[in-house]
């Protein structure tokens, strides 16, 4: 009759089969790791408080050793270290040490997540930073609720994108996160090809300023050279009439 017990790796082999090693900010996703691992091998009991060491004499008033507890015994050395003596105080000691800093890692990306801005960049740009922080959070087991995730990448897009977020809020079912930032980007395109036609009507506009000063320029030579023919001195800052450009450009485009 095969056995339904676990079939027991040393425990160097248990410390390789862990591809996370614990730091400071990564205990949560160390821990999701390191759980089953110890279930697989019967030890979560051990960790967890869950299996109570059972009496070293059976019965307890007898001097008779209790085979449960000096299973219990090997069991628990397995995971023991330096300075504890059962493998809860040695877990309740990481606990200790690791998880507030997990917790302030966490509310350190919800706030930067809430905070973040577009500004300049692109959607782009901006949707794939924000993704990032959530799949930071995602990965030490602490996922942004959908609505939460929505609301914040909108109001990051800031108010050039007001319109657009309110039409977004306003659906009876908000968009999941990929289809939101496709709309953005198409709404950015958009918005971009209203800014066009401004933008030739501006360089158009230069454009003619430009020649005018050039007109300009070539009637006062025209002037200081006609003028000068005839000996009649022309003051520096002197402005041609109209008539005189209007006689000069005739020169000009004729010639």
């Known amino acids: 009759m095969a056995s339904d017990s676990p079939t027991l790796l040393p425990f160097n082999t248990l410390i390789h089969m862990l591809t996370i090693k614990l730091s400071s900010s990564n205990y949560l996703v160390w821990k999701s790791q390191l759980l089953p691992l110890l279930e697989s091998q019967g030890l979560l009991g051990h960790v967890d408080g869950t299996l109570e ?12 050793p209790n085979p449960k507890h000096l299973a219990w015994k090997t069991s628990n050395k397995r995971l023991l270290t330096v300075g504890f003596s059962t493998s809860r105080e040695v877990w309740t000691a990481l606990e200790n040490t690791f998880s507030h800093r997990s917790k302030a890692h966490e509310i350190r990306l919800k706030d930067d997540l809430q905070l973040m ?81 401004a933008s030739s009507a ?5 454009h003619r300023t430009a020649s005018y000063h050039g007109v300009v320029h070539f009637a006062m030579a025209v002037v200081t050279q006609m003028v000068n023919t005839v000996g009649f ?8 009439s109209p008539l005189m450009l209007a006689a000069c450009l005739s020169v000009r485009f004729v010639a």
Do not use: M, N
């Open 233 to 240: 001195p022309v003051p520096d800052r002197a402005v041609p």
């Open 117 to 197: 801005k577009c500004g300049t960049r692109s959607v782009t740009v901006y949707a794939r930073a924000f993704k990032a922080l959530c799949d930071q959070l995602h990965a030490i087991g602490r996922p942004i609720d959908v609505t939460d995730k929505v609301h914040w990448f909108l109001r990051g897009l800031g108010p050039d994108f007001s319109s657009f977020s309110t039409a977004q809020i306003a659906q009876a079912s908000l968009p999941c996160f990929s289809d939101l930032v496709s709309k953005a980007e198409s709404f950015e395109l958009f918005q971009k090809s209203l800014e066009t036609p």
């Open 202 to 206: 501006a360089a158009f506009t230069a």
């Open 53 to 64: 060491p059972p009496p070293p004499f059976e019965p307890p008033t007898s001097q008779t």
